[in-house]
């Protein structure tokens, strides 16, 4: 173990320890974290492991020493910059204990656990399915080694680069093999929701999905609807580009064409590549079952008869079980309730990326001009004189070396809390999704900022992306954020609706 | 393809590669490498799962990772 | 598949196949000498990989001039330090000789040495006789009493278990090894049922064999108060049993591990006779009362030949009480080591099982990839011996093969496969 120090700004310390030998989950590190960063004192801490992409995030952090720029992939990372020594000490002395916690407990601890993949096998004979979540770096080398094992693999993992995704997934094809992913981060089977996944009813509805959040939301919504899901698999982002070429989404339609179980499958994803999507389409038209299609933000393509193109994931959900929310939402906010006078701006804070995109969809559809950090077709590039804004705060850019929002809600607080600050903002737009591996309440989160917030704010209008069995129980949730004073939607697109709404309202 | 009699004794069997495990008949057998929350959700549901306690390939080395990744079989 | 791979799995596939088909036999004790023609005078085998006087450890030191004195080559201790010093001895590893030794493990011409038999290839391995506990020359102790002690070993013992071995078709071992596992041995720090065994096995030959009633008492007595009796033999096994595995192409399973007190090495099969070498690690274990770390020598001797056969450390789970005394942890923690020590084998050998896991067979055939992988050291289970030579045993341990031996060879065998 070394440390090192350098001067930050001012008077703060910038502080370093590295430990060789020591490997924990980015999940653990992060809320050690946050436990640090909480001290008082510490301007900033964190815990990483030394690979050099984290390195150049500390770096740009004004975490590192000369120490610190040292580690490497095997080592963990103490950065911490201080108010002064002593504190940093204190922070160190923190972290050491967080880190000789015991991270198994009670039964646990006398189980062994193997590990490899192989020695997993080994154990578990029958295993037909391996879910990857290590770094970006080493993810593409531990799904190989599933699939050399024979087991389909789901990468929740992201950052893993074009050419390995591209072999893998070839690899994959050729063992009959499906690759769940990369960036995958949900997928159900058989009603399993596996990492982040919302407790859904079982039906005849298949759900293949370039994106975690779409599929949430499009599950919630099939089992809010009286439907159910037989099974949801999760492609990854890229799949549907030409360096990938739909080589998941041929899989997963294969896998579902063949399955019994389902007889309408619903396909989201952002716009294909035009290659990709024709053939996707001459798949889909052999097919005996029925789709709905939702390429985000696509413009119009003709599809085959046993399909049907739609513009946002509440249409599919929709026509995919029959039915309009309307005959089963509960919750509508109070139109009457308008903004202050002088605010004319939309500002959408959203955790889902998907959800960001269908927000921006009907606000094209009502032809309102918006900008986004991920945009899509016919939406400009966020800027700082942007006027209407929708937010991805889970694209890349802003979890580098921090917690998803989904995970951690104090990521999308500063930025709540800064736009019901600001006297240009007449909307305020949230997603909030629940479910497995989402925090565990969310909504009180939300309402504790604007229970601090000053009367004279923004409109809040938020929907909840998820269900009653939910672990956070949807219908509870959504009761949280009402008694806050939040406006309720049904559904993401409404929510987006309600805010073009409001704000026509105002003049 | 390799087949059980091909390995030494005591060697996990590999799969055919002509008949692939199904990934949707009946529940989900996971092995789970990574974030342990995801094992211990699947576990709390009676999902067959089991973690894998993982480390970096030699350990971070990504010199020596390539050249495993060229001599493994 | 590519040819690198085919290379790669086919080697290994005749590497395991050749340990697991070993027939080891305790047939015979002779003069090293006989047993090894290219002992001569002068010449001193040693544990680990080679080394040089100057870079030896006390003990070793201490064992190379009990050893001169005792052959003959020089008067007293001082003066067979000062030859030592000067280059008078040719000092190889006990590796090179089909040969072992545990600790210090010095072997020269008129020592007897265990003959074990690999009847399934037909090589020999041979191995000094165990001399007991206390101050004796693996330890580096090198007085009167350790002199005497080995004069004892060469002219009655050795001659008289020699005799009694020639008189029967020999003891088969892995059997006896067997059996041994299920009574609580490991072969490396605990081999007192296995030397219980061999005894019975030994006993009504001896009687029958050795007509002087004084001798065979002092004879049965020695072994009997030596708990680590069979160390030795097992050694040999060892050592039978990896011979043939050596020089298969491409082969990535290891052949030895050895330590000097200085360096540690290792053999791979597709690498040939080349060491690999890298500081001695520190064994991390308890002390007996008077002693501490503080006192300990460097990690020392040929004996982790057992751990290449899937014994010693890897057969952990079959020692509990090992586990726990030897600073590994509580005794639940020997089946968890045994369970990591197969993460980087390519095998189980299903002729040496263990009850206490279900039966499972002890992890075999050490494989430098998967040791590199996972980050996972082979663990050895080690008498500590102290620092100063021929005070003896002052505590036991837990240590680990260093990772850098591996990394090393891998490089090697990567460009000896072309893919570097």
């Known amino acids: 173990m070394g440390v090192g120090k350098a001067t930050g700004c001012d008077m703060s310390v910038v502080f370093n320890q590295v430990r060789t030998g020591v490997f924990l989950d980015s999940v653990v590190l992060m809320r050690i974290s946050r436990e640090l960063a909480d001290l008082e004192g510490i301007e900033e801490a964190a815990l990483m492991i030394g690979t050099p992409s984290n390195l150049a995030i500390l770096e740009r952090a004004g975490l590192l020493s000369e120490l610190g720029r040292q580690a490497g992939g095997g080592d963990l990372v103490l950065a911490v910059r201080a108010r002064d020594a002593a504190t940093a000490e204190v922070a160190a002395t923190e972290a050491e204990r967080a880190l000789e916690?015991?991270?198994?407990?009670?039964?646990?601890?006398?189980?062994?656990?193997?590990?490899?993949?192989?020695?997993?096998?080994?154990?578990?004979?029958?295993?037909?399915?391996?879910?990857?979540?290590?770094?970006?770096?080493f993810a593409a080398a531990e799904a190989r080694k599933a699939l050399r094992l024979g087991l389909h693999v789901m990468i929740f993992s992201d950052n893993v680069p074009l050419e390995e995704e591209v072999a893998l997934k070839r690899e994959a094809a050729e063992a009959g093999l499906l690759v769940m992913g990369p960036d995958c981060g949900t997928v159900i089977i058989g009603g399993v929701p596996l990492a982040f996944a919302n407790q859904v009813s079982r039906g005849d509805i298949g759900l293949i999905g370039a994106s975690g959040t779409g599929i949430q939301e499009v599950s919630s919504l099939i089992t809010r609807l009286g439907g159910g899901v037989s099974h949801a698999l999760g492609v990854g982002g890229r799949d549907l580009s030409d360096a990938v070429g739909g080589s998941s989404t041929f899989a997963a339609l294969k896998l579902l064409n063949n399955d019994p179980g389902t007889r309408h499958v619903v396909l989201i994803s952002k716009p294909p590549s035009t290659a990709v999507a024709k053939s996707i389409l001459t798949e889909v038209a052999a097919s005996d079952k029925t789709f709905s299609i939702c390429f985000i933000g696509a413009a119009p393509l003709s599809v085959p008869s046993n399909a049907t193109l739609l513009r946002t994931l509440k249409a599919a959900a929709e026509h995919a079980v029959g039915t309009s929310i309307n005959a089963v939402a509960k919750e509508w906010g109070d139109g009457s309730v308008l903004p202050?006078?002088?605010?004319?701006?939309?500002?959408?804070?959203?955790?889902?990326?998907?959800?960001?995109?269908?927000?921006?969809?009907?606000?094209?559809?009502?032809?309102?001009?918006?900008?986004?950090?991920?945009?899509?077709?016919?939406?400009?590039?966020?800027?700082?004189?942007?006027?209407?804004?929708?937010?991805?705060?889970?694209?890349?850019?802003?979890?580098?070396?921090?917690?998803?929002?989904?995970?951690?809600?104090?990521v999308r607080e500063g930025e709540l809390v800064r736009a019901l600050g600001d006297p240009t903002v007449a909307v305020v737009l949230l997603d909030v999704v629940i479910g497995h591996g989402a925090h565990v309440n969310p909504a009180s989160a939300i309402a504790r900022v604007l229970c601090k917030a000053s009367p004279d704010r923004p409109v809040v209008i938020a929907s909840v992306t998820g269900t009653k069995r939910d672990p956070q129980d949807r219908d509870a949730q959504a009761s949280i954020l009402r008694d806050a004073g939040v406006l309720m939607a049904p559904t993401n697109a409404d929510a987006a609706r309600l805010a073009l709404t409001c704000l026509s309202l105002i003049d | 393809?390799?087949?059980?009699?091909?390995?030494?004794?005591?060697?996990?069997?590999?799969?055919?590669?002509?008949?692939?495990?199904?990934?949707?008949?009946?529940?989900?057998?996971?092995?789970?490498?990574?974030?342990?929350?995801?094992?211990?959700?699947?576990?709390?549901?009676?999902?067959?799962?089991?973690?894998?306690?993982?480390?970096?390939?030699?350990?971070?080395?990504?010199?020596?990772?390539t050249l495993l990744s060229k001599l493994s079989d | 598949m590519s040819d690198v791979r085919q290379v790669l799995r086919e080697a290994n596939a005749e590497a395991v196949h050749r340990m697991l088909a070993a027939e080891p036999v305790l047939i015979d004790v002779v003069a090293a000498a006989d047993a090894i023609p290219e002992l001569g005078e002068g010449m001193i085998l040693h544990a680990g990989p080679p080394i040089s006087w100057e870079r030896m450890c006390g003990p070793m030191r201490g064992a190379v001039a009990g050893i001169a004195v005792f052959e003959g080559w020089a008067n007293d201790l001082d003066a067979a330090a000062a030859l030592a010093a000067q280059g008078a001895f040719q000092f190889r590893p006990n590796h090179d000789f089909a040969a072992v030794g545990p600790m210090t493990g010095m072997t020269t011409a008129s020592q007897p040495?265990?003959?074990?038999?690999?009847?399934?290839?037909?090589?020999?391995?041979?191995?000094?006789?165990?001399?007991?506990?206390?101050?004796?020359?693996?330890?580096?102790?090198?007085?009167?009493?350790?002199?005497?002690?080995?004069?004892?070993?060469?002219?009655?013992?050795?001659?008289?278990?020699?005799?009694?071995l020639r008189s029967s078709k020999g003891i088969e071992l892995k059997s006896l090894v067997a059996r041994g596992l299920t009574m609580g041995d490991e072969m490396h720090q605990r081999n007192v049922a296995c030397s219980s065994l061999l005894l019975r096995s030994l006993a009504a030959a001896l009687a029958s064999t050795c007509g002087d009633r004084a001798i065979l008492t002092r004879i049965l007595s020695f072994i009997a108060s030596n708990d680590q009796f069979f160390l030795n033999i097992a050694m040999a096994m060892g050592k039978a049993i990896t011979d043939p595995v050596r020089d298969i192409k491409g082969a990535s399973v290891v052949t030895a591990m050895s330590r000097n007190g200085t360096d540690f090495g290792i053999r791979v099969s597709g690498l040939g006779d080349e060491w690999f070498t890298a500081p001695v690690e520190m064994p991390d274990g308890l002390y007996f009362p008077g002693f501490s770390a503080l006192d300990a020598n460097p990690d020392m001797g040929d004996s982790t030949i057992v751990e290449?056969?899937?014994?010693?450390?890897?057969?952990?789970?079959?020692?509990?009480?090992?586990?726990?005394?030897?600073?590994?942890?509580?005794?639940?923690?020997?089946?968890?080591?045994?369970?990591?020590?197969?993460?980087?084998?390519?095998?189980?050998?299903?002729?040496?099982?263990?009850?206490?896991?279900?039966?499972?067979?002890?992890?075999?055939?050490?494989?430098?990839?998967?040791?590199?992988?996972?980050?996972?050291?082979?663990?050895?289970n080690t008498g500590i011996a102290h620092r100063e030579p021929g005070v003896g045993q002052v505590g036991a341990g837990v240590v680990r093969a260093p990772l850098a031996c591996f990394e090393s060879a891998l490089w090697a065998l990567g460009k000896r496969l072309g893919v570097t």
């Open chain 3, 308 to 380: 290449t056969i899937g014994l010693g450390g890897f057969a952990m789970a079959a020692a509990p009480a090992v586990a726990g005394f030897v600073g590994a942890g509580a005794p639940s923690d020997a089946a968890h080591i045994t369970h990591t020590m197969r993460e980087i084998t390519l095998t189980e050998n299903p002729e040496w099982t263990i009850p206490a896991l279900d039966y499972q067979g002890v992890p075999t055939a050490i494989d430098i990839r998967r040791v590199v992988e996972t980050g996972i050291a082979p663990m050895i």
């Open chain 1, 101 to 137: 916690r015991p991270s198994r407990t009670g039964s646990q601890a006398e189980t062994w656990q193997p590990r490899t993949l192989r020695s997993a096998c080994s154990v578990m004979t029958d295993a037909n399915f391996a879910l990857v979540s290590v770094p970006g770096d």
């Open chain 1, 340 to 410: 202050g006078a002088g605010r004319s701006r939309i500002v959408g804070l959203f955790c889902g990326g998907t959800l960001a995109a269908e927000a921006q969809v009907v606000f094209i559809d009502e032809a309102v001009s918006v900008a986004s950090n991920a945009p899509i077709p016919g939406v400009s590039q966020l800027v700082a004189a942007s006027h209407h804004v929708l937010v991805d705060l889970g694209d890349d850019s802003y979890t580098r070396g921090r917690p998803h929002p989904m995970i951690d809600p104090t």
């Open chain 3, 113 to 164: 040495v265990v003959v074990v038999e690999n009847q399934a290839s037909g090589n020999r391995a041979f191995c000094t006789i165990n001399e007991g506990l206390g101050k004796v020359m693996r330890f580096g102790g090198n007085d009167a009493s350790v002199l005497t002690r080995l004069a004892w070993l060469r002219d009655v013992l050795g001659p008289a278990l020699g005799t009694a």
């Open chain 2, 1 to 65: 393809m390799s087949k059980t009699s091909e390995l030494p004794p005591g060697q996990s069997p590999l799969r055919v590669k002509d008949t692939p495990v199904s990934l949707i008949q009946g529940s989900p057998r996971v092995i789970n490498v990574g974030l342990s929350g995801f094992a211990e959700a699947l576990a709390a549901q009676g999902v067959a799962v089991i973690q894998v306690d993982w480390s970096p390939p030699a350990r971070g080395d990504a010199d020596l990772a």
